[in-house]
């Protein structure tokens, strides 16, 4: 391990990389070193958080418990197959002993090695609550007027940038793969190449890539950019995200070439590839949970406490992102376009806390329960039908299941999101195949299911509207027509095959073997179809 360079952006503009050619040249065969016959390279894992939750009991002491979510699920096999090391922050800031304690019990439950990034609180609010989370987040989902763009996150980013790769370099091999995730760390390829790391190195972003004219808001687009550049494959959620990344590469940086229809980014002699992956579930785990006797009660007591309704579900983080205000606008104005759905519809809308410590997040908590009130007080029939009921907490994954499988219609409307697995488990968990998906089409998942779901502008809350409208007078045969194309392509699409085609497109020697998922463009004969029926 080189413990001497400093981080990345506290030097000169980011040039080649110090060791010159020697380093660039032991790079430009990397995949050809792993053809697809021979035993494959250990997987090394780093992403923000370990898979891992900590938390201390009222004792003051720690305990352990493995993560759920599907990227946890996808991986496991994986690294205990190949003797895996995991590397990320354990989520407890300023830790003591005995957080090395509890994370060494971990690992020997976990059955791949637990590599944690200790963070300071500072670095915490620097790097996490500040760069990631007030200029990424903001500005890779088009909405730039929310951004910070405050100096000192960006030296936080740069040095907790450097954190994660002094940790990688204590664990990593020449012949491991490393797999880097999401928008926390973008720049973890330039620090490893500059400590002399030749290992191979992925990337996805699971968040979306913004377009040109959006990124290039972003006072460091140049070493953002550049650095990205040193991972030999770069992976995006769908083609959009795709093509925005390589428009800025095009635009932004002259000596790189875009090769092999964008699958390939040629730039000081290494040679960089890049594809679409679009994430999925874990479908089975989802629908043999849907079809448990447990979850079959649950949401069959649930649809006993609103008979003779058409039950819509809302699941979301709260986040600006997910366009929850706007959603409940739509729905307001269906009951008013529509009377014949008041009284026969119910909006179940689940909001998991996230964050609400934050003015902006707090305001926009505050804004929901307004509308929620709102729309209650205008529509509510005293000891009868209430339009909205609204769940303020996380939910587990029983009931999680058990809302999915009571809910007809799932409303799903986020103003931009790099996949939405939430309407993926809604699909899976539809085992009675009757559910219908209203889905934004500014959602990665849209590119998927477009072919079963109502795709909508979530800005547009009449056409939302009249989606609600047509989702509740769908007949069946229709429904179950949609909901069998939707279950059918989140089952083939699943996060295994995620993984796979990731790590296959990594030591592929055929770039022919990417991958090449379904495209969405908004359909202008749809558009003209809607304005023929308000005209008519």
């Known amino acids: 391990m080189n413990q001497g360079h400093k981080p990345l952006i506290h030097g000169a503009p980011r040039g080649p990389v110090s060791r010159g050619s020697e380093l660039k040249n032991s790079r ?20 923000n958080r370990l898979p891992f939750v900590l938390s201390r009991t009222a004792d003051g002491g720690l305990v352990s418990r493995p993560g ?29 002993a005995d957080v090395e304690a509890a994370l060494a019990g971990a690992t020997g439950k976990a059955g791949y090695q637990l590599a944690p990034v200790m963070l300071g609180a500072e670095e915490v609010a620097g790097f996490y609550h500040g760069f990631s989370n007030e200029v990424l987040w903001p500005l890779f989902h088009d ?80 070493t953002l950019l550049r650095a990205l550049l040193d991972f030999d494959l770069i992976g995006f959620q769908t083609l959009r995200d795709q093509r925005n990344f390589l428009q800025c590469v095009r635009a932004l940086l002259p000596a790189a070439r875009v090769m092999q229809r964008g699958r390939l980014v040629r730039i000081d ?28 009660a649950a949401a069959e007591a649930l649809r006993a406490e609103l008979p003779h309704r058409e039950l819509i579900l809302g699941v979301d ?28 519809v119910t909006l179940l809308q689940v909001v998991v806390p996230s964050r609400d410590d934050i ?19 205008e529509f509510t029939r005293p000891g009868g039908w209430v339009p909205i009921h609204y769940v303020y907490r996380a939910l587990d994954r029983l009931d999680l299941v058990a809302y999915y499988r009571a809910a007809h219609i799932a409303l799903v409307t986020p103003l931009k999101d790099g996949m939405n697995l939430v309407a993926k488990e809604f699909c899976a968990c539809s085992v009675g195949g ?15 299911l477009q072919h079963g779901a109502l795709l909508v502008n979530p800005y547009d809350v009449e056409a939302t509207a009249d989606a609600i409208h047509q989702a ?31 790590l296959e497109a990594a030591i592929a020697r055929d770039l022919g073997a990417f991958p090449l998922p379904e495209d969405y463009r908004p359909s202008a004969e749809a558009e003209q179809a809607y304005w023929d029926t308000e005209l008519a």
């Open 28 to 47: 430009d065969g990397i995949f050809q070193r792993f053809p697809e016959h021979d035993t494959p390279p250990r997987l090394l894992v780093v992403s």
């Open 434 to 448: 009757d559910g219908v998906l209203i889905l934004s089409e500014f959602a990665g998942a849209a590119a998927q």
């Open 317 to 344: 983080r709260l986040d600006y992102t997910k366009g929850i205000p706007l959603r409940l606008t739509a729905f307001r104005t269906a009951l008013r376009k529509y009377p014949d759905l008041q009284g026969r």
């Open 68 to 96: 759920s979510g599907g990227l946890v699920t996808a991986l496991l096999p994986v690294l205990r197959d190949r003797g895996g090391v995991w590397v990320g922050w354990p989520g407890i800031a300023d830790h003591d």
């Open 359 to 377: 003015p902006q997040y707090r305001d926009l908590k505050t804004r929901i329960e307004q509308l929620v009130g709102e729309i209650n007080g």
């Open 143 to 222: 909405l730039q007027s929310l951004c910070n763009f405050d100096p000192a996150y960006w030296r936080s980013y740069g040095e907790v940038n450097h954190k994660y790769a002094q940790v990688v370099l204590d664990h990593a091999r020449a012949d491991d793969f490393v797999w880097v995730h999401d928008y926390q760390l973008l720049l973890l390829a330039a620090e490893l190449r500059r400590a002399g790391l030749v290992a191979p190195l992925g990337f996805f972003l699971h968040i979306p890539f913004p377009p040109l004219d959006i990124y290039l808001k972003l006072p460091w687009r140049f």
């Open 472 to 502: 509740c007078m769908l007949p069946p045969a229709e429904r179950r027509r949609r909901m069998t194309a939707l279950r059918r392509a989140v089952r083939r699409q699943d996060v295994f095959g995620w993984v796979n085609g990731f």
């Open 269 to 296: 002699g290494h040679q960089v590839r890049v594809g679409s992956f679009p994430i999925g579930i874990d479908a089975g785990a989802f629908q043999r949970q849907a079809s448990s006797p447990t979850v079959i």
